[in-house]
């Protein structure tokens, strides 16, 4: 059943509300001719009953987070508990005005200040600037800050460390602020060679941006030798941190060595994103960068709270006011209702279903890194690829998976695994739908070998199903126009 757009249904005449008729003589003419358009605006008239209608069923056609599983490796699609919208969409927050005083902004600037204090605590870091809508603008403010750094130190540096396991933001984020890119390889554990990295360590290096725990859910065991081959020739140790949902209340970045990091409140502290709302990545740093971070940071005098901007040093701003302030409470309602306790909690929760999904799996997808993983882990579908013939299999699994309600892992990614499937549960799902995950995988499996076709040509329940996956990539159609338009 397709759905019209909501244009094509509008019918001219027909009303979606019921006034009474006007009572009070209309003057003629009260606006300047100069400010009225000449076309009459596109708004779509429908009967509240068609609205309905026609939004309700966009929604079932929806998957999401609270209908269905969601394993997307990296991505962290755990469920947003309900307390943390009506927090943030209670009007005494949500009808503040940016440009609105301090003095009458004293609440938010106390939520925005004790945010940035548990995300130090947290972190074991000086201070964090909230202001970083995205993991990969956190990453692009870490950039800016790590190049004004060494520009004080007298040298700029040229070169950003990257393990080939890194996040793929993390090398376009370093390039975007003019880095030149050396990649590090990865040992047989799936961790940072030492060695490569040792050789690669120089004083034209600013930095390595290591991705922690890394896109193969696995702990680099060796971080303090890693911090310590890097501050030897002064270069900085930047964290992404958008996966830290493995690690809160277990370890502390600043105490491993790390000198600047970014979180994915978007993430880790479960406010919705990819369709569901926007994100925030705030950037934390020690002390000795502190004054490199973007303005305004928030102050604290005599118990007043206000808008810092006297950082002669800083990097300026890198976000219209104040950075996404609605995403950033409802994380902060996160911290505060489950509180240290809760937080170890979600991280021994996270890795523990994800190693219950490892073990199910491991007999019947290849797992190149047998060792006890983080919050995800990645499975090689080679053997599926030869039984198809060397189709995508990563991909035609993923398909499958459609069809038994689950949405696809992330697949072909990390790109030193052939044909990834990369499986990250989340704390927030129970054993059941763990249980009922891994048989519909491990059905999918059998299934290519009884009856490839039917693995081949998925999916056969969703909305629509075979989708020209790179017309969509080359020709977008964005928007609505109007015939003529
Ligand atoms: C998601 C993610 C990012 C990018 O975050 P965005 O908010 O999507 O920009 C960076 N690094 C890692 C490890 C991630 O998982």
């Known amino acids: 059943m397709t759905e019209k757009l909501i244009f094509e249904k509008s019918r001219t005449g027909r009303k979606g509300y019921s006034l009474p008729s006007l009572d009070i003589p209309v003057k003629e003419n009260i606006l300047p001719a100069n400010l009225l358009t000449e076309k009459e605006p596109e708004i779509v008239e429908l009967s509240e009953r068609d609205v309905v209608q ?113 996040h793929g933001t993390n ?50 065991r060796k971080i303090l030798e890693i911090a310590e081959i890097l501050h030897r020739y002064g270069a900085l140790l930047y964290m992404d941190g958008a996966n830290m949902n493995a690690l809160l209340g277990i370890v502390k970045p600043g105490e491993m060595g790390v000198d600047i990091l970014h979180l994915n409140l978007h993430k880790t502290f479960s406010t ?45 701003k890198v976000a219209g006011f104040y950075g996404n302030v609605g995403v950033i409470l409802k994380a902060y309602a996160y911290i505060k209702a489950l509180g240290g306790e809760g937080l170890k909690k979600v991280a021994e929760n996270a890795v523990l279903n994800a190693n219950y999904l490892r073990v199910l799996l491991k007999n019947h997808y290849l797992l190149p890194y047998d060792r006890i993983c983080m919050h995800e882990f990645v499975l090689a579908a080679v ?47 129970s054993k059941e739908v763990l249980d009922e ?31 020209d996956q790179a017309g969509a990539d080359r020709n977008p159609i964005l928007r609505y126009r109007n015939q003529g338009d």
């Open 272 to 316: 919705p994103h990819g369709g569901g709302g926007p994100g925030s990545g705030p950037i934390g740093v020690t002390e000795k960068l502190v004054p490199f971070l973007p303005v305004p940071l928030i102050g604290k005098q005599q118990g007043k709270y206000f808008l810092n901007y006297d950082l002669p040093n800083s990097i300026g």
């Open 171 to 220: 090398p376009s984020s370093a390039n975007s602020v003019g880095y030149n890119i050396v990649t590090v390889k990865s040992n047989s554990f799936g961790e940072i060679d030492l060695e490569d990295l040792t050789s690669k360590t120089n004083e034209e290096v600013a930095a390595l941006m290591l991705t922690l725990p890394n896109t193969l859910g696995l702990f680099e």
């Open 54 to 166: 026609h939004f309700v069923r966009l929604a079932r056609k929806n998957f999401c987070v609270d209908a269905n599983f969601y394993p997307l490796g990296s991505c962290t699609m755990k469920y947003s508990p309900k307390i943390n919208e009506k927090i943030a969409a209670n009007e005494k927050f949500a009808n503040l005005h940016p440009y609105q005083p301090e003095k009458l902004s004293q609440g938010i600037l106390k939520v925005l200040y004790e945010m940035e204090r548990s995300l130090s605590e947290i972190c074991a870091m000086a201070r964090f600037s909230l202001q970083p809508t995205a993991g990969a603008h956190g990453e692009l403010t870490g950039n800016l800050i790590i190049k004004a750094y060494h520009q004080q130190q007298g040298n700029p540096r040229k070169i950003i460390l990257v393990p080939d396991s890194s």
């Open 437 to 467: 995950f891994a048989q519909a995988l491990i059905k999918i499996d059998k299934e290519i070998e009884e009856n490839p076709d039917l693995v081949k040509d998925a999916p056969h329940t969703t909305e629509v199903l075979r989708l």
């Open 383 to 429: 053997k599926q690829k030869e039984k198809l013939g060397g189709a995508r299999a990563a991909e035609l699994i993923g398909k499958r998976l459609l069809d038994f309600g689950f949405h696809a892992p992330t697949i072909y990614f990390p790109l030193i695994v052939h044909e990834a499937l990369m499986i990250e549960p989340t704390e927030t799902e």
